[in-house]
């Protein structure tokens, strides 16, 4: 899997990431591997099918943050969170 991170968001992608490690919601199964089927082994719930779909979740989270000002580095953790728990299903 490949993924271009903007570099402002990289710190807190990074912290996400290596927070499910930690918590053993997420495993490393083999770095850059194509051969895996990701979307048959996780919860069809989880999966968005759609360019479309991902930029409406982006763009409507990103009006959320706008309308309250912008974010403390704890008010992101908490919206993080609650985004996870709501748009996902998972907590994280």
Request: glycine share 4%.
């Amino acid at each position: 899997m490949s993924l271009e991170i903007d570099d402002g968001f990289l710190p807190h992608f990074k912290a996400i990431l290596e927070s499910f490690v930690k918590d053993k919601k997420v495993k490393v199964l083999e770095e850059n591997s194509d051969e895996y089927d990701y979307a048959s082994a996780c919860p069809p719930e989880l999966i968005v099918s759609s360019v479309e779909e991902v930029q409406r979740r982006v763009y409507a989270a990103e009006e959320r943050i706008k309308e309250n000002g912008g974010l403390s580095e704890a008010e992101y953790e908490l919206q993080m969170d609650k985004f996870f728990k709501e748009e996902l299903g998972i907590d994280r």
